[in-house]
């Protein structure tokens, strides 16, 4: 079965400055990739995903991820964040063609400080 | 996109009764699933509820637990049983079409057993 880690579980950042959360999973085989976003007192949304070609995709909101092959990573990104940021950011990842099973990481909670 | 509604929002619910969470989309979709926020914690996948039969559930779930309900596409609802202070979390409903691999989420309930 497939696992998400990831590493920050709680980020405080000032307004303008970059971001990057970590993510890695394990798993043998393809694997489809998501970031989810709930911002307070909100539903869980989809930032971005990757499912196959370029390895460094963007979302909404000026973010973006990149899949990393090799390290089993798929790192969040954002050069300049913002106070409406403030948010808990969940890794998500689905086997492709192997059942239904989308497995979350524990998230991040971001708190950007205005 | 699919828009997903659940009721209640939120209950405040007394141990040893059962609370039923209603989860409606907007349109048909072939696959929903049910998913558990405990306090601190990421989401967990609590079973798959499949139109017309029982539903698939995930080790350490079952059916006397959590009885779920499908009768159409668009309709799910999931049962909270016996239900004891260590059941208080947001329990979230998702669906997918198949062949699709972005999940949409609802806005989750919020459940409190005192």
């Known amino acids: 079965a497939q696992s998400v880690s990831q590493h920050n579980h709680h980020v405080i950042l000032s307004e303008a400055a970059s971001l990057e959360l970590g993510c890695n999973y394990s798993?043998?085989?393809?694997?489809?990739l998501f970031w989810y976003v709930q911002y307070p007192g909100q539903h869980l949304q989809l930032l971005l995903k990757?499912?196959?070609?370029?390895?460094l995709v963007k979302g909404i909101k000026g973010f973006e991820a990149e899949f990393i092959k090799s390290k089993f990573s798929f790192n969040l990104r954002k050069p300049s964040v913002q106070w409406s940021d403030t948010a808990e950011y969940f890794c998500?990842?689905?086997?492709?063609?192997?059942?239904?099973?989308?497995?979350f990481g524990g998230g991040t909670r971001l708190m950007v400080k205005p | 996109s699919a828009v997903i509604s659940q009721k209640p929002s939120r209950d405040i619910c007394q141990r040893g009764t059962s609370l039923t969470i209603q989860c409606q989309v907007d349109s048909q979709v072939t696959m929903m699933f049910w998913y558990r926020q405990q306090p601190g914690q990421s989401l967990t996948l609590i079973a798959t509820?499949?139109?017309?039969?029982?539903?698939?559930?995930e080790s350490g779930f079952v059916i006397d637990k959590f009885p779920i309900s499908r009768p159409n596409l668009t309709f799910s609802t999931l049962t909270v049983s016996n239900m004891s202070p260590e059941d208080s979390s947001i329990y979230l409903c998702s669906a997918r079409n198949t062949g699709e691999e972005t999940q949409y989420f609802g806005p989750g309930t919020r459940l409190l057993v005192l």
């Open positions: 509820a499949n139109q017309g039969s029982e539903a698939t559930y």
């Open positions: 798993y043998g085989g393809t694997v489809n």
């Open positions: 998500a990842v689905k086997p492709r063609n192997a059942g239904n099973m989308l497995t």
């Open positions: 990757y499912f196959s070609g370029d390895p």
